[in-house]
Each structure stands twice: as C-alpha cells, then as structure tokens.
Nanobody, 124 residues
Framework: QVQLVESGGGLVQAGGSLRLSCATS????????MGWFRQAPGKEREFVAA????????YSADSVKGRFTISRDNARNTVFLQMNSLKPEDTAVYYC?????????????????WGQGTQVTVSS
C-alpha cells in the first residue's frame, strides 16, 4: 500500500508561482513512476506531468510545457511540481499519483495510487 499526501496549493494571481509537493510512504519510492494530474469542475481529469523512477525521463502536457516542472527527491520520498506563469485556466484540483512501474504513464488508469488532491486557484 502507498499513501500520497499533496500540499502547496492555494490562491495566486495570474503570472504567479506555486510549488506543489507530494509526500509518499508505504513502499520503496524509487520503485515507481510519479505523475501529476488535475481536474477542473465539470471536466475530466487530465494529465499534467510525469517523471520516471530515476528522474531521467520527464513528460508534460503541451498546455503546461515551459511553465511547469516536475521533479523528485528519492531520498525524501517526495515529488514536486513547480508551477510558474500561472493562468486562470490552470485552476483545478491537482492530484499526484504513483505508478508501480519504472515507466511513466500519461493516463489516469495507468496509475495505481492517488492522493486526496490540493486546490489551486488562479485569479485574473
């Protein structure tokens, strides 16, 4: 079993920055790929970014490319999402997810464990 706890969400003005963290426990963190997804009201959950177990492979959605950066610290069992140049359309609940596989995934069904989510609100 894996537990994921997100933090770092909040209210920020457009153009601002936030850094989300996801602390994990329960299994060897370096054994699995990690991802960030988001879900806005009335919309499907969508892929934001993912990182392989070693951090050597990273992927991000076109909508956040150049603005968001995913990283991980295996010594601290934590994955991060640095979000810069935030836009109102980035407003959503952000979820981190763990995939017990060395490869990254970009679809929600590819992930085995999920956090409870953290709200990010970007005002215009």
């Amino acid at each position: 079993q894996v537990q994921l706890v997100e933090s770092g969400g909040g209210l920020v003005q457009a153009g601002g920055s936030l850094r989300l963290s996801c602390a994990t426990s329960g299994r060897t963190f370096s054994s699995y790929a990690m991802g960030w997804f988001r879900q806005a009201p009335g919309k499907e959950r969508e892929f934001v970014a993912a990182i392989s177990w070693s951090g050597g492979n990273r992927y991000s959605a076109d909508s956040v490319k150049g603005r968001f950066t995913i990283s991980r610290d295996n010594a601290r069992n934590t994955v991060f999402l640095q979000m810069n140049s935030l836009k109102p359309e980035d407003t959503a609940v952000y979820y981190c997810a763990a995939r017990f596989d060395l490869r990254v995934g970009v679809y929600p069904h590819e992930y085995d464990y999920w956090g409870q989510g953290t709200q990010v609100t970007v005002s215009s």
